[in-house]
């Protein structure tokens, strides 16, 4: 990847490898096509500036990869919520994020369509609407658990608003703690189940080893986003990275913080193939009848490995984290 932290530092060991296939929807050039007249709709991307500037993050790409499942609607729908994730995410940038009380502001407004709420605020019914179509025919603890994982997602922007107007970073901590949240994989992950017909009941999505695999999933994107983004965000002045943060609390090289950054990233891979490991083992799943282990194996390769390997293959493609 040009311009990359491996790229400028050849001495640095090698992105973590993903042992899992790489794979894209054969619909991706048709959405791609098409996708810049969802945000359109809502005021968005007015000048050929602003629509350049959305372009270049190549959000069907994502949505493509993250699932390779999908055609027609039902990709756009994936593409959709890319794309709105990144206005959000600019919207922050440009326009509220040094201040917690307008962060607030703009998290209450854009939570209202969780309940599918119409707004007359452009990212809240845009939120809205994406919303009312994830939902269209799910069933209720899909509904709610993804609720809650869509309103912690923008909850936990108000910490970082915080930071950034207190001009203090976060702590090693608090940074993994809020980033777990704001780095938007849940979200990601609930629609692959919409998206790839993996669909969990409640008693599924509960159990020990899919939490395990969920939370490595995070760590892994968390780890891999923070090194390709590395450059632009030290460029910017932007303290809450991993590996910064491991520099200021441990004394840390840059090389240093990005080698162990790129060690956590192995490990969680080895948690998330381990966890994976035990979750098919007979004596795990025994009180399930066949049909759920099918679930239950369809959701890790369709929704939790298609979400590490689609990340991991935007983050060394996408021009969004270049300097």
């Known amino acids: 990847m040009p311009g990359s932290v491996t790229d400028n530092n050849p001495g640095l060991a090698a992105p973590v490898p993903v042992p899992f296939p790489r794979r894209i929807s054969p619909d991706f050039r048709a959405a791609h096509d098409r996708h810049i007249a969802w945000p359109k709709s809502f005021g968005f991307l007015s000048s050929e500036a602003e629509e350049a500037h959305h372009l270049k993050g190549q959000f069907p790409l994502i949505a493509a990869m993250f699932y390779p499942n999908a055609t027609g609607d039902e990709l756009d729908l994936g593409v959709d919520q890319q794309s709105w994730y990144f206005l959000f995410d600019d919207a922050l940038d440009e326009e509220w994020g040094r201040s ?71 702590s090693l901590g608090t940074y993994l703690r809020v980033r777990r949240h ?70 840390l090289s840059r090389l240093e913080a990005i080698e162990k950054v790129l060690r956590r990233q192995s490990e969680a891979m080895e948690l998330f193939a381990s966890a994976h490991r035990a979750l098919l083992d007979a004596t795990a799943t025994s009180h399930l009848d066949p049909t759920e282990r099918k679930l239950l194996q369809r959701y890790c390769t369709e929704a939790l490995q298609t979400t590490i390997r689609g990340a991991y293959d935007w983050h060394h493609t996408s021009t969004r984290y270049r300097v």
């Open 100 to 170: 917690p009380e307008r962060v607030r502001y703009l998290v209450e407004l854009v939570k209202e369509g969780t309940t599918s709420e119409t707004s007359p605020f452009p990212l809240a019914s845009a939120f809205a609407d994406m919303r009312r179509r994830s939902c269209q025919d799910m069933p209720e603890d899909w509904i709610q658990r993804s609720a809650v994982h869509w309103s912690s997602y923008l909850d936990h922007h108000v910490h970082e608003a915080r930071s950034r107007q207190a001009e203090t970073p976060m």
């Open 182 to 251: 704001t780095i938007g994989v849940a979200p990601v992950i609930d629609l692959a189940e919409r998206l790839s017909s993996c669909v969990l009941p409640d008693h599924l999505y509960a159990l020990p080893h899919l939490s395990i695999m969920r939370e490595m999933t995070k760590t892994f994107i968390i780890c891999d986003n923070d090194i390709v983004s590395l450059d632009k965000d030290a460029a910017l002045g932007e303290p809450n990275n991993l590996v910064l943060c491991l520099e200021r609390e441990h004394g």
